[in-house]
């Protein structure tokens, strides 16, 4: 017997399936026979995708700057993983670590270089605070809970040390076993092209398409010679909205030019939530969807791409045997206008609402869901 079925699923290529879940995991798709301790009949009038991963979040309830609940930003707006980048460093990983294990949603982090992490804006001004050691150690007691390291590079985060945090962050990251880094780019110096240079297969860079002079585009509104190259050797771009980081002008320019992001993230933390212009990870996968992009385009952006950059292999595709962690939304007509971090705005049509989610094979209804009485039964 299964714990639960979805039935009558739709997929975003638009195929209609059942989905069966057992210990946890996806047990069955397609048609099959079998009873469950619990079914869900969707109709066919809802989309079901592989559960969404938020790679870029902040919910380290102690941090001073950024801080939130996983479940806030988590199950309660359709995302099942959330990855919180660079909040903690070594000194406090072991405490985010052990309150991380309250939460429903299923939460990884990815260590600050500097070990006392965002406690303020200047973490990399003091290289003291890159302490190669004190990364080691946590990486090894936190091995799986730790799936990469954080590097903010932009000029009010490394003050006089310009490029070195990030020469000193790639030592880092070849003598732990090549864990994917993730780059903040914002203003300079270093300058983009500096920092590009270094990254190498697999690094990501975060705030892709801010709207800051040192940005992926020239003047001129072409991509950067440099992150061009960068692409081709396979450094990956993530969205990482936030509060100042993401422009629908340098989105839609790029986007245009075939320059899609890898991973569509929020950088998501409770005032960015609360007031905007984030709000939630659907909110931000909407307005790619307004300039363009297809379902099947954002939905991958936030499961496989996202699974596949931080080597999150059991999780990100609707396969036999991965985590039973589903997102079940809906792509309705309503008109909506988005602001960007530049308090533009954007006139859309579409907008993704995350109704519920199954985590580990256990059905929650979301926010949204509650409110709107979508699956009581």
Avoid at 25 to 35: H, P, R, T, V
Avoid at 208 to 230: D, F, M, Q, V
Avoid at 261 to 266: D, F, K, L, M, R
Avoid at 355 to 362: E, F, N, P, T, W
Wanted: proline share 3%; aromatic share 6%; charged share 25%.
């Amino acid at each position: 017997m299964f714990d639960l079925i979805l039935r009558n699923a739709c997929l975003v290529d638009d195929t209609v399936i059942d989905i069966a879940l057992k210990d946890g995991k996806i047990a069955a798709l397609g048609e099959f026979s079998g009873e469950a301790k619990e079914e869900r009949q969707l109709n066919g009038e809802y989309y079901v995708s592989a559960g969404w991963i938020d790679s870029h979040v902040h919910c380290y309830q102690k941090s001073p700057i950024y801080h939130d609940e996983p479940d806030s930003i988590g199950i309660n707006t359709g995302v099942t993983t959330v990855v919180d980048a660079g909040s903690t460093g070594a000194d406090d990983i072991d405490d985010f670590y052990a309150l991380t294990r309250k939460a429903v949603t299923e939460v990884y982090a990815i260590l600050n270089i500097s070990r006392v992490g965002l406690i303020a804006q200047n973490e990399l001004s003091d290289m003291a605070n890159i302490d190669k050691a004190a990364v080691r150690d946590a990486l090894q007691r936190h091995e799986g809970f730790i799936v990469g390291i954080k590097a903010r590079m932009s000029s009010s985060v490394v003050g006089a040390n310009g490029i070195k945090p990030l020469q000193r962050a790639k030592e880092i990251q070849r003598e732990n076993g090549d864990l994917p880094l993730m780059v903040h780019i914002g203003n300079n110096p270093p300058d983009l092209d500096e920092i590009t240079d270094l990254l190498t297969t697999g690094d990501i860079i975060t705030h892709c398409y801010n709207g800051k002079p040192n940005r992926i585009l020239t003047p001129a509104g072409e991509l950067r010679a440099s992150i061009a190259s960068a692409i081709a050797r396979g450094v990956r771009l993530d969205v990482g909205h936030g509060t100042a980081s993401f422009s629908f002008e340098v989105a839609k320019i790029a986007i245009s030019k075939g320059i899609l992001p890898h991973t569509i993230s929020s950088d998501i933390y409770c005032r960015n939530r609360i007031n905007g212009p984030v709000h939630s990870l659907a909110v931000v996968m909407s307005k790619f969807l307004s300039i363009g992009m297809s379902l099947p385009q954002v939905i991958d952006c936030v499961t496989s791409h996202a699974a596949d950059g931080l080597r999150l292999a059991n999780k990100g595709r609707l396969t036999v045997g991965l985590d039973g962690d589903l997102t079940i939304f809906a792509k309705r007509r309503q008109p909506t206008v988005f602001t960007d971090s530049e308090d533009q705005t954007l006139a859309g049509e579409q907008l993704l609402v995350a109704l519920a989610v199954v985590r580990a094979g256990q059905w929650f209804t979301t926010e949204q869901g509650e409110e709107e009485h979508v699956f009581d039964l």
